[in-house]
């Protein structure tokens, strides 16, 4: 026997050292060869002689050293591996990551080596080669791959390594196996054709796998079913985990999920609209609209942009069932409008939609600060139309939403995709084809009042019934329809409705609706199904597949058919609950076609189209199925049902339907008069689906039974289903492996909590378990052919590779586990995997695809259905192989009848209406004799059941029995806890029922108590059972145990369930253990589907001969006993109950708090009563609760026996009396405390400094890691750079060789040397300070002195090892050298305030960039946290000292707010501890187990309450928006700010202290309050928190104020606690009884532990003195360490607080940043309070000056000359300020786009440096009453435009610049481009930092296509100054004075025609038009002349002719 290493190559590592290895194994130590330059490539072997062979505990560890020639060497890394795969591979080969000294994972670090072992005699193998017999050991059998990483932690790992089992690992499956199992696998009648000796050879499997696997593994030969054995478990616990009973659990899971479905619930949906980026178009005024299923909100519009910053929140509230809400889409639209005043309608940009479903199934239900990729739908190309940055929340009672923080690189658009998946941004569209086939089996709808109305309106011909239905599809946010089918059962579609939208769709789901239309009423349901798209698509990259459905049947359910004029139940057709009824089938298939962007483009939108028919094999071949029912019980029927002949019904969809009229085809061809054979045409089936009616019987008037005696009905029906059985089986094999693993974590848990020495063994159980099963099922689906099947669809082929893969998946990681599984610690850390595989598992039980319709089960009276039990096929269908049978199939089932929908909750939720004992059997035609093999036996033997396989033989009506047995039930009812209040006075008045087969016994009544203790034994006799006893052992029925709260006036009320199996003696069987006696245990009670409480109880059932006698072989019940002088009960033998043992709790009275008012009269004299086990201890009586509300005397002890098993103790009970006149009390209030190991007393240990007792001085050698939670890494400062802490006089320099605490870890104290190795504890060396890991702080921030009175020259003292301590006075420096740095430490802290420290903070906390934090490095930071401080595990609610117990009144159930049933606070505290008392504790005669008892005196106190700010309050106005501002109370103290409100703004910045006065404990509950201030009406709440400030105060944490980093006299960090670092730890010492503190040069010595530090800083005067706070501060801060407690003092902090109101319960109205300081009024407090006043922004002045444009392109044409030109101007304005838009003169008439302007704008603005925003206040609308504020980024835009003289201008380019990033303009335009926009690399400027600049600029544009282009270049002058700045140099706007500009040098022609028109028209026409002008004007004198001579020759003509002489 040998084991061999082969060490292949370590590394990589540092190149200039040499290395070497030592292994070790078994105690033995090899060393390697030293290798120089650390070459990688080592190839060192080693090998070690074994004496005994390899066991699965044996491990190997690497550790790697660097070699040091003169010094130790150094410890570099490790790996260890335990040797448990040698066992089944002979060699291994493995490569594995390095470990470092904190066994922190090494990056890049890789150790590759080779293990192989040879075992005693070699690997033997029988006669096959291949095959080798390892039966010498029991071990894991699959391996992932040969070369394989170990270290596999998640599923996902193990996906992607693992593809399939190994042919190697295959072949030696048996070796894995529990020995037990192994036995069973050589007894197995295997397939495939073996030898002689039993060899088998090699087949391949007909599956779609290439993989050979030995079908020797496969468990099972034609068909008969072979069954895996169960893993022996270890043995159970005494007292075993409470489970939950599969009964209770069928009767009770769903109710949850249902009453999701039906019960509202309030829901809020939060949407933040933050930005947009890229938006397409050029000068777009965007607006964003919201919409959630109907309801819409839009932001503010946002002029001239298409980057808009919003900032908008919006909230959606619902009150709806949940399925109503997740089904609802959220779509996000970007619009462009024309502006506010704008009439033009909006224009869609694009849109984002997802469904609510999509957001809670995120991370914390919701994405944060996500881009959402904005399309179009009607864009055929699908292109990408901008970002929209997002946050979505979905919120509901117990779903607190915490905000993540900052998220890092948010503005890296492609890393921060609106993704589910992280997905690829350009989502394609597709096409999802619904195709509607046809429906049958549809119920009447046609019945009833309104519609015989409807006739006659109508006139309708047609006197059938029948439906006019039509199917609905609602998608992704499209409905879609098809045709109305008239007047038939079975309408015939065949219609494809065809989505088209993005693909993967943000959907969850698909609805399907079936409907009826109605002309003249609304349409109708039928029915409602939903597809989940998650359960017919796979989304895992190459392992994945489209969503796929089909073509198959779905079926239909909803509510009964009772044809009433108003269906009461109809909201179950529309999905909202469980489906009451079958109505109907119908075919169906969904695909869904991908398409190409490249070769197609469509639209989104849908459309409806024909598809030929369905051919009928397509749907598989129909096979006939027989259904069987013998029911043995009908009890517990509701007493209104007393006189009503009761019949019970079994259907299986329509079939056994005889009181609805059944519309099937097959339903009617059914023969319900065949007796004894069955001779009819194949088509012919055979029903008994309904038994006699019989009149129920009592035993009491409590519940009735149907008295059947020993003849038990039996009803069967054969029905006609595709053969898709192949669906079930799947379903069920991975449904048992879930259910056994769930069970087995279950007990390992239980295990785990009690620390059991079997936990190892019991979790390589469940492994084997579960190893075991996932390969059963792998094999057998490997062994399955379902190709060639008919009806086989592309998503059963999918499914069935997806569970082959997943379950080798889990197989493979369950083995990597296992091998692992060495120490309870590593079992721990891998519970949470298991819940992933418990998830992954639950996702392949449910199929999407239907094989067989449910089973319904109604009780029927009268012809009417009173109430049903509704049973999956799955859970009773038949096979051949026990795997993959259903597990209630031939078993005797209990069920639950309940009425149906809306009338099983509520009042009605948990009242049974009858209780039901039945054998149920499914199964094929071919397989009916097995029916029989379920019924127990004792029956008479008839010729149906004797020949049950007789095909021609129907099954019997009714099953007789000729064997009945007697027994008596005896049932230990101990006592039970945690019941529900159901009085008014916050109690109840429990009893039990206990009911077993007709007989219903009750205990006596408890009164006024929630944990009742009976202790009672009851007899049930007159038990008489039917069957052999062997059945009746096994299955002898369930006993259901109900608690009641007893009322005196009315019916008791319900409070719980549960039910239990009796352990069963027979008559020859002894009385002994270890099956009798039976113990204890708890059984978890239900109410509805929720845990109501728990019962400890056993149940034994005695087979006896004769009723009423007491025979010798029953065991002894003690004797009756009194209780409360009235009732006689026999109490729980001793045998049985539990163990008891003295115990002693001892109660801290410390009193009672914030009494409600009891009958109108206040809480004057109260009184705390405790009770445990039925004892009391009360209180004194509180003389004035009024004056003092504390008691007098606070300790009290309470002596008693509690059972020695802590599960077994009963909780303790506090009720709270008030005493009121002549001896009357009332009871105030009262609570229960369940968990008392919390309470438990631990014992201080003495010690002489805590970790370090056994040394002789130790020192703490911190980081800035470990040294405060705040800390942070720090530069060393000037003054670090010239001295350090090790400089400092007393300090040493030498940390090499001293051993040291090591911090970094769990704190043990371990003492490490210089090597890193362990030494022993108690090594003597002298005494060793080491500086400390920490540069010296920086003075600026960093101050602390001393009194300097206290600091004396050449002073000295000693510490207890007599060691000189010294202490310099001051530092030796120069006057000068100190004046300068205390003058730039005062010039650094005028810039540094409180908000710089926030912010840094931020930084800090939310991971941000290096620039940030290297901005913030200086500044000391504070915690931050995300939650209440009380809330924070380090400081576990501050119930150290004292703890705050609510008192309830009234009743409470699971569906009120419990808050709203809290009438008061008690104060106190508990001990438990066993007697006798330790000695600590019995040495303190006063307080006992209580260390430190504060006064009970009243204290006055000063609360500052400091508030930041608000975020994502909850809006109350109309607009979307809330007016808020703080309200403080603290007792009778109210503080009202209502002046100081901020406008419209959900994220408030407050920053407002408040001072409060207090007295502890009259005012104790301090509240903040957030009101809405309205001008018109009262105010509204909006939230509230509360704080107990008295927890606080006296909490050893010290939250009453904060730990700072580092301790400061002036500046932003001052100190201000009342007492110095010094005092404080002073008092803790003190108070921990530790020896110190000791003080020297930088450093303090606490018992044994020495911390060194600085002990210099900058006094308030500018001094440099000598003090010793910051080593005491850094002692606070490593305080849980140094007192060994855990301790943790409470940091410098900010916490987070959520907000609530009364009207939402549970769910968060926003939340508070803030903190609380508490000092106590009897010594100095600081004055001054620290400063959080909200920065005020600076005021700005930007001055622009447009000089010129070019290249500006030319739109406009010259009518005149038809050239093209373009009348320049341009406009700019500061982003946020769009109503200071300033524009240019208009240089008119550019033909080659230049433009000369000369033109100054003057912007003022106010800046917020913090932010780097732009503050904007201005109203929102013209009625607003006050100004809005809000924050835009600094950004100038700069628009160029073309000026038109009769239409609106043209817009030709724009450009937006970020001036605190602006792109640097170029000296010349030729050089301007739009790189200078779209580069990354080119160079940047802060105008801020710059102040002024000048430069050219591009202009962008956009043409068709949507791509930019350069639209013309700007030069621009830009100027930044402040407010000083610009009175100094002030600047005239335009070109005026002062500071004029000259006037630009324009053409001459750039003129317009009104401006000048004479100058437009001398350029514009007398240039151009000089000869053209000249001939028109001769030809106009020529015209003038012709017209004149025309005109005049006519006349004188005339005239000449009558007067020839003139």
């Known amino acids: 026997m040998a084991l061999f290493l082969s060490i292949k190559s370590v590394g990589p590592l540092k190149s200039q050292f040499a290395y070497f290895a030592r292994v070790l194994f078994r105690g033995e130590s090899e060393q390697t060869t030293i290798l120089s330059n650390a070459v990688e490539e080592w190839n060192q072997d080693l090998d070690w002689r074994l004496d005994s062979p390899l066991t699965r505990e044996d491990f190997i560890e690497i550790k790697v050293y660097q070699f040091r020639k003169h010094m130790p060497n150094r410890f570099i890394c490790r790996f260890k591996t335990s040797l448990r795969s040698l066992l089944i591979e002979e060699k291994l080969e493995l ?67 693992t593809s399939d089992i190994p042919l190697e690992i295959a072949k030696k499956i048996t070796a894995k196996f529990h020995p037990n199992i192994r036995k069973v696998f050589k007894k197995l009648p295997f397939g495939g054709q073996g030898d002689e000796n039993g060899n088998h050879s090699d087949k391949p499997t007909d599956s779609d796998d290439s993989d050979i696997v030995d079908e020797e593994i496969l468990g099972y030969k034609h068909g008969k079913p072979i069954e895996l054995p169960e893993v022996p478990h270890p043995p159970p616990l005494e007292q075993p985990a409470p489970q939950r009973h599969r009964e209770i659990y069928k009767s009770f899971a769903n109710l949850d999920k249902e009453r999701e479905m039906v019960v509202s619930q309030c829901y809020e949906i939060n949407v933040r609209i933050l930005e947009a980026r890229q938006l397409s178009g050029i000068n777009i005024n965007p607006v964003v609209h919201v919409l959630v299923g109907n309801d819409k909100k839009k932001t503010a519009v946002k002029e001239s942009t298409n980057c808009p910053l919003f900032n908008e929140f919006f909230v959606f509230d619902y009150q709806l069932p949940h399925a109503s809400v997740m089904e609802k889409m959220i779509t996000l639209e970007v619009n462009s409008t024309g502006g506010k005043l704008s009439l033009k309608s909006h224009s869609l940009i694009g849109m984002y939609k997802l469904d609510v479903q999509t957001v809670f199934n995120a991370p914390d239900h919701q994405f944060y600060r996500k881009w959402a990729y904005l399309t179009d739908p009607r864009d055929h190309g699908n292109s990408c139309k901008g970002y929209l940055k997002v946050d979505i929340a979905v919120i509901t009672r117990g779903i607190n939403v915490s905000t993540p923080g900052k998220v890092k690189n948010e503005d890296d658009i492609d890393n921060n995709l609106l993704s589910p998946d992280g997905g690829s941004a350009d989502r394609p569209r597709a096409k999802y084809n619904f195709n509607i086939y046809y429906a049958d089996g549809l119920p009447r709808m046609d019945s009833g009042i309104l519609p015989n109305i409807k006739r006659v309106i109508t006139r309708g011909e047609s006197k059938k019934e029948l439906t006019d239905s039509y199917v609905e599809v609602n998608f992704y946010g499209h409905t879609v329809k098809t045709s109305v089918k008239k007047h038939t059962y079975k309408p015939m579609w065949n219609e494809s409705i065809c989505i088209t939208d993005l693909f993967p769709p943000l959907c969850a789901t698909a609805k399907i609706q079936l409907k009826d239309s109605d002309t003249v009423a609304t349409d109708v349901p039928i029915a409602t199904h939903v597809f989940e798209m998650s359960k017919i698509s796979y989304n895992k990259l190459s392992k994945g597949f489209l969503p796929t459905f089909g073509p198959t049947n779905i079926f239909l359910y909803g509510s009964t058919r009772d044809f009433s004029m108003f269906d009461e139940n109809i909201k179950l057709n529309q999905g909202e609950g469980e489906g009451a009824a079958y109505r109907g089938k119908l075919a169906i298939s969904l695909t869904v076609h991908v398409c190409d962007p490249h070769h197609e483009t469509v639209s989104c939108g849908s459309k409806v189209s024909s598809i030929p028919s369905l051919p009928k094999t397509l749907l598989g071949k129909n096979e006939r199925f027989l259904l069987f029912a013998s029911i043995f019980e009908c009890s517990m029927i509701n007493k209104k049902y007393q006189d009503k002949p009761m019949e019970f019904e079994l259907s299986m969809g329509n079939y056994g339907n005889e009181i609805d009229f059944n519309a099937s085809d097959d339903a009617h061809k059914v023969d319900y008069h065949v007796d004894e054979h069955h001779t009819g045409s194949d088509h012919i089936l055979y029903h008994h689906a309904t038994t006699h009616p019989v009149l129920p019987d009592a035993f009491d008037d409590t519940y009735f039974f149907i008295p059947w005696e020993n003849t038990k009905p039996c009803l069967y029906i054969q029905s006609r289903w595709p053969g898709h059985l192949y669906r079930i089986y799947i379903a069920n094999m991975i449904s048992k492996v879930h259910h056994s693993l769930l069970c087995g974590l279950a007990e390992l848990e239980d295990l785990i909590k009690h620390k059991d020495a079997r936990t190892i063994d019991y979790f390589r159980a469940i492994m084997d378990e579960l190893i075991a099963g996932c390969n059963q099922i792998v094999l057998i689906l490997k062994s399955e052919s379902i190709s060639n099947r008919l009806g086989i669809t592309e998503l059963d082929v999918a499914r069935m590779k997806l569970c082959k893969r997943e379950m080798i998946i889990i197989s493979n990681l369950a083995y990597e586990i296992s091998v692992k599984s060495d120490t309870m610690v590593y079992i721990k850390g891998k519970l949470s995997t298991f819940d992933e595989i418990l998830k992954r598992m639950a996702q392949l039980i449910d199929s999407p695809q239907q094989a067989l319709p449910d089973i319904f089960l109604w009780m029927v009276a009268g012809g009417k259905r009173l109430a049903y039990a509704k049973i999956p096929a799955a859970d009773i269908i038949y096979s051949e192989l026990e795997c993959q049978r259903g597990v209630d199939c031939g078993r005797i089932t209990s069920f639950f009848l309940r009425v149906p929908g809306k009338k099983g909750y509520g009042f009605n939720e948990n009242a049974i209406q009858a209780r039901v004992r039945v054998l149920l059997w499914l199964g094929l035609q071919v397989h009916k004799g097995d029916f029989v093999n379920g019924i127990p036996k004792g029956y008479k033997l008839t010729n149906k059941l004797k020949n049950a396989d007789d095909l021609s033989l129907v099954p019997p009506k009714s099953v007789k029995y000729t064997e009945e047995h007697k027994f008596e039930l005896r049932a230990y009812l101990y006592q039970a806890r945690s019941l529900a209040a159901c009085d008014k006075s916050g109690f109840s008045d429990p009893f039990a029922r206990i009911i077993f087969s007709n007989i219903t016994v009750e205990t006596r009544v408890i009164r006024e108590t929630l944990s009742p203790i009976w202790d009672e034994t009851i007899r049930m006799q007159s038990i008489v059972l039917y069957g052999n006893l062997e059945d009746i052992v096994n299955n002898p029925g369930t006993i259901v145990i109900d608690v009641f709260d007893n009322d005196l006036v009315g019916s008791s009320e319900f409070l719980g369930r549960t039910v239990a199996k009796p352990n069963v003696k027979i008559l020859n069987e002894l009385y002994n253990k270890p099956k009798f006696p039976s113990s204890l245990r708890w059984y978890t009670l239900y109410k509805g589907g929720n845990e109501a409480g728990a019962i400890l109880a056993a149940f034994e059932l005695f087979e006896v001969q004769e009723f009423g006698v007491e025979f010798e072989y029953l065991p002894t019940l003690p004797a009756a006993v009194f209780r409360n002088e009235v009732e006689k009960v026999i109490p729980v033998p001793s045998m049985i109950r539990p163990v008891l043992r003295k115990f002693r709790i001892q109660i801290l009275f410390w009193g009672v708090r914030d009494m409600k008012k009891l009958q109108l009269q206040a809480v004057v004299h109260p009184q705390v009563e405790v009770e445990c086990g039925g004892q009391i201890i009360q209180s004194e009586i509180c003389s004035n609760a009024k004056k003092n509300p504390n008691f007098n005397n606070v300790i009290a002890a309470l002596d008693l026996e509690l059972p020695e098993n802590p599960l077994f103790w009963a909780p303790i009970a506090i009720r709270v009396k008030d005493y009121r006149n002549f001896g009357r009390f009332s009871l105030v209030g009262s609570c229960e405390i369940d968990n008392l190991e919390k309470f438990w007393y631990k014992p201080k240990k003495k010690r002489a400094g805590s970790l370090f007792a056994n040394q002789k001085s130790i020192n703490i050698k911190m980081s800035n890691e470990t040294q405060s939670p705040a800390a942070d890494d720090k530069p060393a400062t000037n003054l670090d750079k010239t001295q350090s802490a090790a400089a400092i006089p007393g300090a040493h320099s030498n940390p090499v060789d001293l051993p040291t605490v090591d911090f970094a870890g769990t704190g043990t104290g371990h003492l490490i040397n210089g090597n890193g190795d362990m030494m022993q504890s108690n090594t003597d060396r002298h005494s060793a300070i080491v500086s400390i890991d920490q540069q010296h702080p920086q003075a600026s921030n960093d101050h602390a002195s001393n009194n300097p009175n206290e600091v004396s020259a050449g002073k000295t003292a000693k510490n207890q090892n007599g060691r000189p301590i010294t202490r310099a006075t001051t530092l030796k420096r120069s006057a000068k050298s100190q004046s300068q740095a205390s003058k730039k430490d005062k010039a650094d802290l005028e810039k540094i305030d409180w908000w710089s420290k926030y912010y840094a903070s931020q ?7 290096s620039a940030d934090r290297k901005a913030s490095a200086d500044i000391d930071t504070l915690k931050i946290y995300e939650s209440e401080l009380e809330n924070q595990l380090e400081f576990d609610g501050f119930k150290d000292v004292i703890q705050s117990f609510p008192l309830f009144r009234g009743k409470r159930d699971s569906n009120t707010d419990e808050n709203a049933k809290i009438v008061g606070n008690f104060k106190g505290n508990f001990k438990i501890c066993r007697l006798p008392l330790p000695s600590c504790a019995a040495e303190n005669v006063v307080n006992g187990m209580f260390t430190d ?22 809006p109350t106005d109309i607009n979307g928006k809330a007016d808020p501002y703080l309200v403080v109370s603290l007792g009778k103290t109210k503080i009202n700010d209502r002046e100081n409100y901020i406008s419209k703004n959900l994220n408030p910045i407050f920053g407002r202290p408040f001072h409060i006065e207090a007295t502890i404990p009259l005012e ?20 509230e928190t509360k704080i107990d400030i008295e927890n606080r105060f006296y909490s050893k944490h010290r939250p009453s104020c904060g730990l700072p980093v580092t301790y400061s006299e002036m500046g932003y960090n001052k100190w201000r606690d009342p007492l110095k670092p010094t005092q404080i ?16 040069d930088g450093e303090v010595t606490i018992g044994k532990c020495i911390i060194t530090g600085p002990s210099e800083l900058i006094d308030s005067r500018g001094r440099l003195v000598v003090t010793d706070e910051h080593v005491a501060l850094k002692a606070l801060h490593q305080w849980h360490k140094i007192s060994g407690k855990g301790m943790k003092l409470v940091p410098e902090h900010i916490e987070t607080r959520p907000l609530y109101h009364a009207s939402r319960p549970g769910v968060e109205q926003g939340n508070l940043e803030m903190w609380v300081d508490i000092f106590a009024l009897g010594m100095p407090i600081p004055d001054d309070h620290v400063d959080i006043s909200p920065r005020k922004p600076a005021r700005y002045e930007l001055r622009v000056i447009v000089w010129n444009t070019e290249d500006v392109i030319c739109n406009d044409h010259n009518m005149l000359t038809g050239e093209q030109m373009s009348d320049i101007y341009v406009k700019c304005w500061i982003k946020g300020h769009e109503d200071n838009k300033q524009s240019t003169d208009i240089h008119h008439k550019s033909y080659t786009g230049e433009g000369n302007f000369n033109w100054r704008m003057i912007f003022e603005l106010d800046y917020l440096a913090a932010e780097e925003k732009v503050v904007v206040k201005k109203k929102e609308h013209f009625y607003s009453v006050d100004e809005t504020e809000h924050y835009e980024p600094f950004h100038l835009i700069v628009q160029v435009w073309d000026a038109d003289l009769f239409s609106s201008d043209d817009f030709t380019g724009m450009s937006t610049f970020d001036l605190l990033d602006m792109p640097r303009g170029v000296k010349e335009p030729a050089n301007c481009d739009l790189k200078m926009l779209n580069s990354d690399s080119y160079p940047t400027f802060n105008l801020l930092k710059q102040k002024s600049a000048r430069g050219w600029f591009p202009v962008v544009a956009r043409n068709h296509k949507s791509e930019d282009i350069l639209a013309g270049k700007v030069e621009l002058e830009l100027t930044l100054l402040n407010e000083d700045e610009a009175k100094h140099r002030p600047a005239g706007l335009k070109r005026e004075a002062p500071e004029p500009l000259p006037k630009p040098n324009r053409p001459e022609d750039a003129v317009g025609w009104f401006s000048s028109p004479f100058k437009a028209c001398k350029f514009g026409v007398c240039r151009n038009y000089k000869r053209d002008l000249l001939i028109l004007t001769l030809i106009f004198l020529l015209f003038m002349f012709a017209a004149t001579f025309v005109y005049a020759i006519p006349g004188y003509l005339v005239k000449h002719i009558i007067d020839p002489s003139k």
């Open 1493 to 1514: 008892v504060p006064p009970t005196k009243p204290t006055n106190v000063l609360v500052r309450v400091y508030v930041i700010k608000a975020n994502n309050l909850h």
């Open 95 to 161: 490569a594995e990551n390095l470990l470092d000294v904190n066994n922190a994972v090494l990056p890049n670090s890789l150790i590759v080596l080779e293990l192989s072992y040879s075992p005693p005699g070699g690997r033997k193998n029988k006669g096959n080669n291949n095959v080798w017999s390892i039966d010498h050991f029991d071990g894991p059998h699959v391996e992932p791959c040969v070369r394989r990483r170990t270290s596999v932690t998640s599923l996902d790992l193990a996906e992607s390594e």
């Open 1625 to 1640: 730890l002073n008092r803790l010492c003190k108070e921990e009884k530790l020896d110190g503190p000791y003080y020297a």
């Open 1403 to 1409: 930084n800090k906390n939310n991971n941000s960039n």
């Open 1564 to 1583: 104790t509950t301090l509240t903040i309050q957030v009101y809405d201030m309205d001008v018109i009406g009262s105010d509204d709440l909006i939230g």
